[in-house]
Every structure is written in C-alpha cells, then in structure tokens.
C-alpha cells in the first residue's frame, strides 16, 4: 500500500486533532515516518534538495534545534526542523546570496516544514508555526525566519492574519532549482 493510500486510510479511520510535541531521540520508526513525510510532501523537488534519514538524526540529536511533529493520532502529519540561524547561515547563502552573516545572535531559521498533502488546506503549517514560536520564546530567540512559497499568495494570509510581526524581507526566484519564487521572511519573537 502507497503510503498516500496509508495516510488516506489513517486519516479517514482517526478523526483526532493534531497534537505537537518535540523530538528529542531519534528513534528509526521516527526518522523512517519523517523521510516518508518528506518525499511525500515535497514532490518534484530534486531527490538532492530532500533530506535524508541521516539528516533527521543530526537534526533531532542536536539540542540547540527544534524539531516538531504534528501527529494526528499515531500517524506524523507534518515536521518543522528549525536551527540556530548561525548554524543555517553557510548553506543558506549559497541559494539567497543576501543573507547576512551578521547579527544572527538568538535568531533561528526554519530548515523545512513540511505537511502531508492532504492536510494543506486545514492552516496546519500556520498551528505549526505558533507552537515552534512558543518554543523559540522559551529559549530566549529574537527573531524566527524561513522561506516560503510565493505563490498563491499564501504569504499574504500569514503575514497578515497570522502574526502581526513579520515581514517579507525579499523573494528569490528559482529557489532550490524548484522553478518556484520563495520570500524570506522574518518574525520577531
């Protein structure tokens, strides 16, 4: 069984509100749901541009990050991988050569988030961004930054109606060799 027919089945069967928690160990059942969760989520990316089992264990087993499952029941329905912007900043430059190396001093940057496709349309991404934000606020971060998608306006809905204390700072097209336009965006925490 696909695992798109899995999570239709799962989803259909569990009629549960999604719960969050951190990830702390990074157990193989875990990793192996979040490698799923991100093919499935990010299709015709480049399999390059994906993170790999071994990303998830770097990701999950280094303190200073978040990681965050969104679980609908016992099914994974989403993750947000987010690091100290110090950490991000190297990789980052190579697709957004206007990142600032400078002052990134209790900043963090959201590596990915990803949500099943059948729940895109429920603002779970949105649910997912307050709880990372809770957490940031509990380790004394300033800001929270990530790129995200232009299209459909999408931005526009979060940036207005979500957080009052955010702004786009620019759009790069192209990004990841996606053949999509993503802005970067900064929340102040």
Same mark, same amino acid.
């Given at each position: ?6 999570? =239709? ?20 059942? %875990? ?43 016992? %099914? ?99 990004? %990841? ?10 929340? =102040?925490?």
């Amino acid at each position: 069984m696909s695992l798109e027919n899995s999570v =239709e089945n799962k989803l259909e069967e569990d009629k549960e509100m999604v719960e969050f928690e951190v990830a702390s160990t990074p157990d193989s059942k %875990l990793v192996e749901e979040l490698a799923e969760v991100e093919k499935a989520s990010f299709k015709g990316y480049e399999e390059g541009s994906l993170l790999k089992k071994e990303d998830f264990i770097e990701y999950v087993e280094d303190s200073r990050n978040v990681v965050l499952i969104a679980r609908r029941g016992k %099914l994974i329905v989403g993750y947000a991988i987010v690091t100290p912007l110090e950490e991000a900043i190297e990789d980052l430059s190579r697709y957004d050569p206007e990142i600032s190396e400078s002052d990134t001093e209790n900043k963090y940057y959201c590596e990915s988030i990803a949500v099943i496709h059948e729940l895109r349309k429920q603002n779970l991404a949105v649910e997912m961004t307050r709880e990372i934000i809770e957490e940031l606020k509990k380790r004394g971060a300033k800001k929270y930054s990530l790129h995200i998608s232009s299209s459909r306006g999408r931005h526009d809905v979060r940036t207005k109606d979500f957080l009052k204390n955010s702004k786009i700072i620019r759009t790069i097209p192209n990004w %990841l060799n996606s053949g999509k336009s993503f802005d970067y965006i900064e929340y =102040e925490i």
